[in-house]
Structures are given as C-alpha cells and as structure tokens.
C-alpha cells in the first residue's frame, strides 16, 4: 500500500530536488525541506555526471526537534530525463521517510534498513561474482521493495489514465518490475552453482564468511536485533552443505519477499486507479464535444 502521508510530502519535494537540477546543474546543494510529514533540514543533494545511480546517505544524520538533519542524496545522472530523475527522487526521499520514522520513534533500524546501507557503502568490483551475489541480496531487501513500490505509484500515476489495461502495460516496463522478474528467474541452486563454477569451493566460503562478518558487525553497531529468520548469518559456512543450507536460507527470504512484493506493484494500478478517478469523472462531467461542423470550417479557413 502507498503511505499517504509521505506521498504528500513528496509532491513538493520532488519538484524542488528537480528544480536545483533542471538547468542541467552538475553539483552540491544544501537545502531545507520542511514539510512536517518528512522534515529534513540542512539535506545535502549531489548531482554527478554518469551513469544512473542513485543512494542515500545516512552516516551522519541526526534528529533534532522531530527534525532529521544531514541527510544526503546522490544522483548520477547522464542525461537531463525528467520522469527518470523524479522517480530516484522518490526512491530516495521513500528510504528518507523510513529513516525519520524509526528515529522520530526512537526503535533501532530494521535489520533490512541495516544490510541495505552496509551494502550501499561497500565498494564492490563490477561483474564480478560477488557483485552479482550482492546485487540478488540488495534488490530483494524488504527496506528497497517499499522504496521500489512508492516509486511505481509516481511512474504510473503520470499517465494520468485508469485503464487498467494500459496500466498493466506500463508496469511492465517499470524498473520495478524489471527487478522483480530478475529475482523471480534466479534461485538458490544457480547462484549456488555460479559461484562454486566461479570461484571454487575454498573461495565461495571464505567470500561468504567475509560478506556476513561485514553484515554482522554493522548490525551490532545499529543496535539492530537479529529476528530468526536472519539467525544463519550468524553461523560461519565451514563446508559445501553449510553453504547450501545458507543461499536455501536466503532465498526463502527473498522468496516471501518478492511474492508480497508482486502483489504490492499490481495493488499500486488500484490505488492509482482510485487517486485519478475522481479528475476523469470530473472531466468528462465538464467536457463538451467538439462541434465538428464548426472545427471543419475552422481548418478550411470558411468559419464566419
């Protein structure tokens, strides 16, 4: 389900991200947003030259007076498309909204808000395996399928439309879906089987042990407690059964998740559905058809 609350703050927020871009401004801004909904104050935006990316950072932020403070946005961008920025803006600012609620509660992160940022912050070697092995892992995050979910509602809803048949189309070619159908292709026993191919027996483990110590020691830090359906991460993989029984653990998880997630995209052309409705009713009570006499006469230079 959409939060209405942040999708009301978001209106605002979006235009006023894009705005300090439209001129095709490369850079770093400082700039407040004060909706009471979602208030970030002194909220660093940086626009870089590239291929397209988009993170947050939340290393140093702070809550003051119900404010979040020192929140910062990174988008690469390497065109000025603006449906495309707007909908990383929205991605974003949903991972900002989950941040300010948990510190507005004062409840530690979830442990899927824990692994998203320590996966955020690792630099990784492109198309390699662990790469790709961290990538099934990230996109999978429940913390992500909820940015990805609020951002399906701003890519459908700016077709202004309640076809549901059209709407379905367009689903399709959302990078939501296009992650979600990656997902639903992959499973344990391929990735398993890529990285043994890849890498070896000896190398898959100790890369796995590695990647949970990385995990485990930023969770502690957060404060974060560990529900039982992460407790394998705990276990170090010692041998070719421990690591299959860890990508099974996995992938059950990544399995709930992105079937819960599937039904939350095809809910989003309901609730745009609702959202447009009352504008096209309204439209149509008001709209009048064209005269087609007078439009003709009108084209053919006769109308008097």
Not at 131 to 152: D, G, M, P
Not at 192 to 212: Q, S, V, Y
Not at 213 to 218: F, G
Not at 252 to 276: A, F, G, Q
């Amino acid at each position: 389900m959409i939060n209405e609350n942040f999708c009301e703050a978001n209106k605002a927020y979006k235009e006023i991200i894009y705005d300090l871009f439209k001129p095709d401004k490369y850079g770093s801004h400082i700039i407040d947003l004060k909706n009471e909904d979602l208030p970030l104050f002194n909220t660093k935006i940086n626009f870089i030259k590239g291929d397209w990316l988009s993170n947050i950072d939340t290393r140093n932020v702070i809550l003051k007076s119900n404010r979040l403070y020192n929140i910062e946005l990174n988008f690469r961008i390497p065109v000025n498309d603006p449906d495309k920025i707007k909908s990383e803006i929205l991605h974003e600012l949903n991972h900002a909204f989950d941040f300010y609620t948990k510190y507005k509660l004062n409840q530690p992160l979830t442990i899927d808000m824990v692994i998203s940022i320590s996966l955020s912050k690792t630099k990784i070697q492109n198309n390699t395996p662990l790469k790709i092995f961290r990538n099934v892992i990230y996109l999978s995050l429940s913390s992500e399928l909820r940015s990805r979910t609020e951002q399906t509602y701003q890519d459908l809803k700016k077709f202004h439309t309640i076809n549901k048949s059209f709407l379905k189309r367009e689903l399709n070619n959302t990078s939501a879906w296009r992650d979600l159908s990656f997902l639903k292709k992959d499973s344990s026993i391929r990735t398993f089987n890529f990285l043994i191919k890849n890498l070896g027996e000896i190398n898959t483990i100790k890369m796995i042990n590695d990647f949970n110590l990385t995990i485990l020691k930023d969770v502690n830090n957060s404060g974060c407690k560990i529900p039982n359906e992460y407790s394998f991460l705990i276990n170090p993989v010692n041998n070719l059964g421990d690591l299959k029984k860890y990508f099974d653990n996995w992938f059950s998880i990544i399995n709930d998740n992105i079937t819960s997630h599937e039904n939350d995209l095809l809910e989003v052309i309901e609730d745009v559905i609702k959202d447009i409705k009352p504008y096209t009713e309204a439209f149509s009570k008001n709209y009048k058809p064209i005269n087609i006499k007078l439009y003709e006469d009108y084209i053919n230079g006769t109308l008097e």
